[in-house]
Each structure stands twice: as structure tokens, then as C-alpha cells.
């Protein structure tokens, strides 16, 4: 089967991102032809040892050009024998409106983010704009009439997609509240294989200080100011603690800066180190050195990098807002707390650090229960089922 990608972008290495490329892979391990598509393509910056792999179409200075406009123009490379096509973004409907007609029978919408609220309810109309009062901003009428057009072919490619697939509950009842439709939950995958030997060489034993990691782009959403906190109340209480959060930092440079000043007014710098891209080698021995994992965003996401820990045997602390939480049972297979509640965090960390006898249980049965299910290969027949219904 010849089937398409589309993505808005590959140009960090970000959770979504990594779905693309380990589904494609899987996809051409099966011996299907998968070609992805994406306006905007950084090499070196998205996953350097893996997109290789890839047959990769993209356009000319993505970046720089109006979103309908590069999404137009992807659309004129989708090979026109392809017979499926799964898409990764709200924004790659745009490029599903602009399709030559072609005889592709499966076209499948991947959501691992939030719905956009807007598009399952919003109308339209250009002419509704064109009665205006006028606007002495050119700009900003030229924004306006610009984002009605992205809006309008948006729900014009909605109307070609014929399944949706989400990582979790609270995806399916946004597409089923916003659409009217009935999402499959078919979760997603993870890096296991590289991790799954740290499970069995690792001992849940007293330590004279603990490591905490937390992996992830640093944006807003992911609330690493929560983890910090969380951070300044162990060592007040005298427990000795290494917090080390590793993502890219350049993204959302404000982020990033706030983050750091917090380490300072806290008094936690010594405690709290920010680590920017590092190679799968060296995540793999942050993985074996690391006692607990933490992945405390407001919502926004599904957590691959969760059941990456998962499969190292690290014990996690989620929020109950991710679609990881889905899976995970509190105290059971994980630590569950509420969003931006720092002192819940600290709670659950103590608990892993101070309890090893439950921390070693939860790991494992954590490990013995989740990783198969999250396996890409078993993603990506969940997927192929979707594809071929």
C-alpha cells in the first residue's frame, strides 16, 4: 500500500514528531511505501539519527510563507497513486482541502493535541468579513480575511477525513462534542526497545541523593515552573535531590528565561539543571541514572516520553489532565496528581524515594503491563486496522 504523511512540521524533535517517524518506519518494515509530507524540514534539529530513514517531500522556504500557501503548494506533491493518507495536525487539513482528485479511499486524522475548539462550530464567511467597518490596520483586515480562508478550507478538508484516531479519552470526546463523530482510541507508541534492559539491571535501593528527570520541549504547557517548586520543597525538607529537565530551550526563549530566574529567586540552581538537544545515547544513560521520572504538563499532550521510562523501569509522576493517565492507575502502575500542583508533586516523589519496597512494585508491574501495549508495532497495526477499514 502507498500511503501518505502529512505533518506540519519536522523541525524539532518533539513528541509528534517522533509518532511520524516511528510509524513510518514501521509502515516500510511492513513493506508499505510511505511517503511523508511536510512544509517545513529540519534535519538536524528533528530527530538527526532517525528521519534519514525517511522519504521525505517537503517545499521551498516553508517557513516563510503564508500557512494556506505552503499547504496548498504540499498538496500539489501528494503523489497522486497514493492510496491512504494520515495526518498529524489541524493544519494539514489544509493541505486535504487542496488535493488534486484523486482515488485515495482512507484518509485518517491523527489527534495528539487538543481538538481545535473553533473548527468543529466556526463559520466561515468571507462576506461577513467584507461588511465590516473598515479597519485603518491593513494588517490586521488582511489577518482577518487570511484566517477565514485558512478556517474555511480547514473545514473543507474536515469533510474528506474518514476516521479519527486519538491517544486518549479526552481527545475522542472533543472530536465526538465539536463533530458529532465516534474517534478510535488506538493510544500511540514508544522507544521500548533501547530502554527495556535498564528495567532489568535496575535496583530500587536507598541512595544518598536522587535523580529526577523530566523530558520535553520547553513550552508553557509543560509546566516544568511545578517541577521546580516541587524541587525547593524536597531540599527544604532536607531530602537531597538532582532535578535535571531536558528539551530545547530556544523555542519559547521567555519560557525558558522564566524558568531560570525561578532557580534563582529559589535558591535551587545547585538542585536544578536544564539540559538542551542530547544524542539517544546520552538519553539512555539519563534514563539509567535517573530514580524517578516526571511528565507534570497542563494538558496539550499524550506522553511518549512516559512509557519510555516506563520501559527503563523508572517509577512516573503524571498529571491526571495527559492521555498517558488513560493507562496508568495511581500507586498502582504510576503516581497521579492534579495540574500546577507542586506540593501533590513533591508528595509523590517523597513517596518513590522513601517507600522502595511499593516503588520496585509499581515499577514493575507498570513495566509488565504497559509496554506491550505501546509498542510502535503494536501502534501501527492499530493504525493499518483504521487504514484499511
Known sequence: MKIGMLVNNLEVSGGYQKLVIRLAQQLMRLKHEVIVYSPVVDKNQCYPDSIGDLNIVTIENGSNKPLSERFRELAQKVAPDTQAIIIHDELSLIAIACLPKTQIKSIVWMLNNQFPEGLGKYKAELTSIAKTKYVSNKDKRTDLINNANRIHLMKKGLRKITSFAVYDSFNGSLVEKHLGKKADFVAAGADLDQFIPLSKARKYIEKSEYTILSVGVLFPHRRYEDLILATKLLVDENKPMKTIIVGRQDLSPEYFTLLKNLTKELGVQKHVTFMNYVTDKEMTELYKKSDAFIFINDGFTWGISVFEAVAAGLPCVITDNIGAADLITNRKTGWIVKPQSPREVADAIND??????????????????????????????????????
Do not use: C, G, P
Open 352 to 389: 518513590i524515594v522513601t517507600d522502595r519496597k511499593h516503588t520496585d512494585s509499581v515499577a514493575k508491574e507498570a513495566n509488565k503491563t504497559l509496554a506491550e501495549f505501546v509498542s510502535w508495532s503494536a501502534y501501527t497495526q492499530r493504525m493499518l486496522k483504521l487504514i484499511k477499514a
